[in-house]
């Protein structure tokens, strides 16, 4: 594999730092300043963002034209104004992670959409049952793992991530005032790492791992249709899922009318495949996962926070289970 | 054969769901991988989670000892012994 080219398009590498920057400045920036005086401030920055990043500007022109053909909404047609929404939506974001953090977005603002009671599961396997997963996306507010750690009540919610930069984001959950929530590092799938996991389900705790970016060193993605157009998606956490035959569930967290609005979906009762089928059964999911997604895109059209070229790797032979 | 390693021939069968192979089709010496029984890397992790489950066993992770545990059936009867004779002293 060619690693430069590689290390010069992949989200992880520059995306994370780049954010992880902004992180920590918008972290210093509200503590010394407070949101208020910050928000304007944020926003200039974000503009010189908008200005600076044509490769950014140009994957969401792309998103937002996907979305609307496959929608069929004209009104969701990418201008100027539309993609630097896009960018604003982001500042507003980065704020409001932060508040989740600093524990100021509180449980009781926060309106929760959960028909078949994924909630009151999450809290009865603090009672002896056996854990679930959590599949989370980058369309709104990821960082609401840490209000679903209040959701559960006490219940271990261990967040899986793939970047090498966890111990920076412990350390700045730590300095923003948030202990509550575990994140573990997963760069590959060894029986180590899944003996762990197994062992925490059992135990009653829950995973959450994000299943709409692909990451840099494991090869395990399945190419399937999103918003019209062939894109990469990790296989890890259904392999994961399968290999620990527990519930998988969806969650989602969106910003609608100026209220987060967390999304819970049961997905599947137990993953299981029979062997001979297990790339199919995986690739079914996952195109039942980006459909789902799809439709929570028309939810809240500006709230996809991948700048990255998202539908890069759909070249033919992309689709490599091993 | 001996009774530990039809045990773990038997627990392949039962993990994988390998309907059609019976515990004298997986020879002791038989590689699992690749060319003999044509398991994958994926049937080596849902392997892995069933000894630990059986038997109660760790496996380190990035070792390269852990790639040679799961080269045979013989080599897992081996490590599974190895394991539960430690935790015995």
Not at chain 1, 10 to 38: D, Q
Not at chain 1, 40 to 61: E, Q
Not at chain 1, 66 to 72: H, M, T
Request: hydrophobic letters at 45%; aromatic letters at 8%.
């Amino acid at each position: 594999m060619n690693e430069q080219v590689v290390h010069e398009r992949h989200w992880s590498t520059h995306k994370e730092r780049g954010s992880l920057f902004l992180m920590r400045l918008t972290a210093f920036g509200v503590r010394v300043l407070g949101r208020r005086i910050l928000t304007p401030v944020l926003y200039l920055i974000v503009l010189y963002f908008f200005v600076s990043a044509r490769t950014a500007r140009r994957n969401i022109r792309q998103y937002q034209s996907y979305l609307a053909e496959w929608s069929g909404r004209s009104s969701l047609n990418p201008s100027l104004g539309s993609v630097y929404r896009q960018f604003i939506a982001f500042a507003d974001n980065l704020l409001d992670r932060l508040d989740v953090w600093r524990g100021y977005l509180r449980f009781e603002q926060v309106q929760l959409v959960d028909p078949s009671g994924v909630r009151s599961r999450l809290i009865r396997s603090h009672l002896g049952g056996r854990g679930e997963i959590l599949v989370v996306t980058h369309l709104g507010n990821p960082d609401v793992c840490r209000a679903m750690a209040e959701l559960g009540e006490q219940v271990p919610l261990n967040v899986l991530v793939h970047n090498r930069h966890v111990a920076q984001f412990n350390r700045l959950l730590g300095e923003a005032g948030d202990k509550s929530m575990r994140l573990i590092q997963v760069s590959e799938l060894d029986t180590a790492m899944m003996m762990d996991l197994s062992q925490r389900i059992e135990r009653g705790e829950w995973l959450a791992i994000a299943g709409d970016r692909v990451p840099l060193h494991d090869g395990r993605r399945v190419v399937v249709d999103f918003l019209g157009h062939a894109a990469a998606f990790p296989q890890g956490p259904w392999l994961m899922a399968g290999l620990l035959r527990c519930p998988v569930n969806l969650l989602c967290c969106l910003k609608v009318d100026g209220r987060y609005r967390i999304i819970l979906d049961p997905f599947l009762d137990k993953a299981q495949w029979e062997r001979g089928k297990r790339d199919a059964t995986i690739q079914a999911w996952i195109q039942r996962y980006a459909d789902h997604l799809a439709q929570q895109c028309l939810m809240a059209p500006r709230q996809w926070f991948n700048f990255y070229a998202y539908w890069q790797s759909a070249e033919p032979g992309a689709n490599d289970a091993s | 054969m001996n009774a530990l390693q039809q045990e773990i021939a038997q627990l392949i069968i039962d993990t994988l769901n390998l309907e059609d192979v019976a515990v004298d089709d997986i020879p002791p010496d038989q590689p699992l991988f690749g060319e003999g029984l044509g398991l994958d890397s994926v049937d080596a992790l849902e392997l892995a989670l069933a000894l630990q489950k059986r038997y109660d066993i760790r496996i380190a992770s990035d070792s390269k000892d852990a790639r040679q545990h799961f080269t045979t059936v013989a080599s897992l009867a081996a490590f599974v012994q190895a394991q539960q004779d430690a935790c015995k002293s």
